[in-house]
């Protein structure tokens, strides 16, 4: 009977390793793919960002220049931009789009998590500086 118990927790002990190993393994890859993805879309991230400045409406107006294919966000006419109420609910809609949180939830790939952290923080800047001026 106890060699039955030790054989049944060594077989648990085995199996915990085997599940972090796994882990990890799959933290180094994802990883790697964020790495990968910088590499790759880093200028086309920093210039959709300058040429838009922090311009809330600029921002998302453009902002399927720089998703990921398949992703749900539609960019607004820039009609829709006008007023900051529109403003407000299009910015909400795209955060929860490419929040890096959402994106992982979702099984986004390393690739577009990186796009989406890098998304996610120049709306959240550019959206303090509209809600200071315009959401008074």
């Known amino acids: 009977e106890q060699e039955r118990l030790l054989a049944d927790k060594e077989k648990q002990r085995k199996q915990k390793r085997e599940m972090l190993i796994a882990r990890k393994k799959k933290e180094k890859q994802k990883e790697a793919e964020k790495d990968e993805a910088k590499d790759r879309h880093l200028d086309k991230l ?47 809609r795209a955060i929860v789009v490419v929040h890096p949180d959402k994106v992982i939830a979702r099984g986004g790939t390393g690739e577009q998590n990186y796009i989406a952290s890098f998304v996610y923080d120049v709306l959240n800047q550019a959206w303090h500086k509209f809600e200071s001026e315009e959401m008074k």
């Open 46 to 92: 920093k210039a959709w960002e300058k040429a838009n400045g922090d311009n809330i409406r600029s921002l998302l107006g453009n902002l399927g220049q720089v998703l990921w294919e398949g992703c749900s966000f539609k960019p607004p006419g820039i009609m829709d931009l006008v007023e900051a109420k529109a403003v407000k609910r299009i910015y909400r």
